[in-house]
C-alpha cells in the first residue's frame, strides 16, 4: 500500500500525516519508507518583472525542480528574451550561481535538462564570488538582471563601483568594429551594448526593453530589424553604423574621463 | 587584390580575433568568456574566406605567421587591461587558429 503527500510543517518536526481512509493499514509501529519524489519550488521575480504567462511560470518552475537534484547549486535565474518577449525568444538563458568553481557542471546540467524537456537552453556557471563582483561593475550583467526569476529572493543591490579596466574589455569588440567588417548582428550586439555602458556611467536605467527602444529611435525601424535579424547590409550602412559607434564610443571615454 | 593585401587583411582579422580568444582566457570571467570566445570564433571564419582567396606556398605561410605574431604582440601590448599572462599563452594559440585555418 502507498500514498502521496506532502510534507507539512509542525511544530517541532516537519510531519507527514497518514490518510484517513488508511488509518488500518498504517498502524503505529509498522515501519516504512519515505522517498522525495518531487522538490517543492517558489519562483521569485525581480522587481521590475510583469507576472509571466502560466506557461512559462510552470516551466520555469519544472526546470528548478529538474535541477534541484545538483547539491553544487547555489541559486539559479533565468534571464533574458524569454522573460520578456512574448514568442520572439530563441533559447532559455539560465544562470547558475555555485560556491566555487565546477568543471564540467555546465555540459552537465544541459545534458540532463535536454533530457527531461527537450528544449534550447544556454547555460552559464559562474562562483558567487565573480557574479557578486560582476554585478557592482558590469553594466551589462546588471541590464542582464533586470528582469529575471529565481529560485531564491533576490535584489539587483544599488551598489555599483566603476572599473575601468572592465569597461576598456567591453569596449574590445565594438571598437573593432571600426576596423573589420562582420556580420550585422555583431553591431547589433556591440550598439546595443554601448548604450548599456553609456547609461551606466550616466547613472540611469538599464532597463533591457528600453535599451531596444532608443536603439530602434536611432536606428529606424526597418535597419533595427535588419541588423537584429543577421541581414546583410551594404558598405553605406556599415558606414552609417560605424558612425554611430564612434558617437557612442566619445561619449563614454569623455563620461570615463570625468570620472 | 593582391596576395600582399591579402595578407595584411588576413592577419589584422586574425590578430584581432586571437586577442578576443586569448582576452577571454586570461581574464576568467564566466559570463564573458563565453561571448568573447564566440566573438573570436565569428571573426576566425571571417579571416578563413580572406585565406580562402588565395593558394597560399611555404614562405607565404611562413610570412603570414611572422606578420600576425607582430601584430597580435602588439594588439595585446596595447590592451594593457588584459592580464599580463596574455604573453604566455600568445605562441600556443597562434598555432592552434593557423592549424585551424590550415595555414600551419
Known amino acids: 500500500m502507498e500514498f502521496e503527500h506532502k510534507v507539512s510543517k509542525g511544530s517541532r518536526f516537519n510531519q507527514i500525516y497518514i490518510p484517513k481512509e488508511m488509518k488500518s493499514v498504517f498502524e503505529v509501529g509498522d515501519i516504512v519508507k519515505v522517498k522525495l519524489l518531487k522538490k517543492k519550488t517558489e519562483i521569485y521575480y525581480s522587481e521590475n518583472l510583469l507576472k509571466l504567462e502560466d506557461f512559462k511560470e510552470k516551466l520555469i518552475k519544472e526546470i528548478f525542480s529538474h535541477l534541484s537534484i545538483f547539491p553544487e547549486i547555489k541559486q539559479m535565474f533565468i534571464v533574458g528574451s524569454f522573460l520578456i518577449e512574448k514568442v520572439d525568444y530563441n533559447d532559455i538563458d539560465l544562470i ?12 552537465k546540467i544541459y545534458d540532463y535538462l535536454i533530457k527531461k524537456l527537450q528544449l534550447k537552453f544556454h547555460i552559464i556557471v559562474i562562483p ?20 529575471c526569476i529565481s529560485d531564491k529572493k533576490f535584489d539587483l543591490s544599488k551598489n555599483i563601483m566603476l572599473d575601468k579596466n572592465h569597461i576598456k574589455f567591453l569596449l574590445m569588440m565594438p571598437e573593432d568594429l571600426l576596423k573589420i567588417t562582420a556580420n550585422s548582428r555583431l553591431f547589433y550586439d556591440n550598439i546595443r551594448r554601448l548604450i548599456t555602458i553609456n547609461q551606466f556611467l550616466e547613472n540611469k536605467d538599464l532597463n533591457p526593453v528600453k535599451i531596444n527602444v532608443r536603439l530602434k529611435s536611432l536606428l529606424g525601424d526597418y535597419l533595427y530589424s535588419q541588423i537584429k535579424n543577421n541581414e546583410p547590409i551594404d558598405e553605406i550602412v556599415i558606414k552609417r553604423l560605424r558612425e554611430n559607434i564612434k558617437e557612442n564610443l566619445n561619449k563614454i571615454q569623455k563620461n570615463l574621463k570625468d570620472k | 587584390m593582391s596576395k600582399n593585401k591579402n595578407i595584411q587583411e588576413l592577419t ?9 580568444k586569448i582576452g577571454s582566457i586570461v581574464n576568467q570571467n564566466e559570463i564573458y568568456a563565453q561571448k568573447y570566445a564566440k566573438d573570436a570564433e565569428i571573426l576566425i571564419k571571417q579571416a578563413q574566406k580572406v585565406s580562402r582567396r588565395e ?25 594593457e587591461f588584459l592580464d599580463n599572462k596574455k604573453f604566455n599563452i600568445i605562441e600556443g594559440e597562434m598555432n592552434k587558429v593557423l592549424k585551424l585555418i590550415e595555414l600551419d
Open chain 2, 55 to 79: 593558394n597560399w606556398n611555404n614562405y607565404d605561410k611562413e610570412n603570414i605567421k611572422r606578420i600576425l605574431k607582430k601584430k597580435l604582440q602588439y594588439e595585446l601590448e596595447k590592451r
Open chain 2, 12 to 20: 589584422t582579422i586574425l590578430a584581432i580575433a586571437l586577442r578576443h
Open chain 1, 96 to 107: 547558475i550561481i555555485t560556491d566555487k568553481k565546477q568543471e564540467n557542471l555546465e555540459e
Open chain 1, 128 to 147: 558567487e564570488n565573480s557574479f557578486l563582483d560582476l554585478l557592482r561593475v558590469c553594466p551589462l550583467t546588471r541590464s542582464m538582471f533586470y528582469y
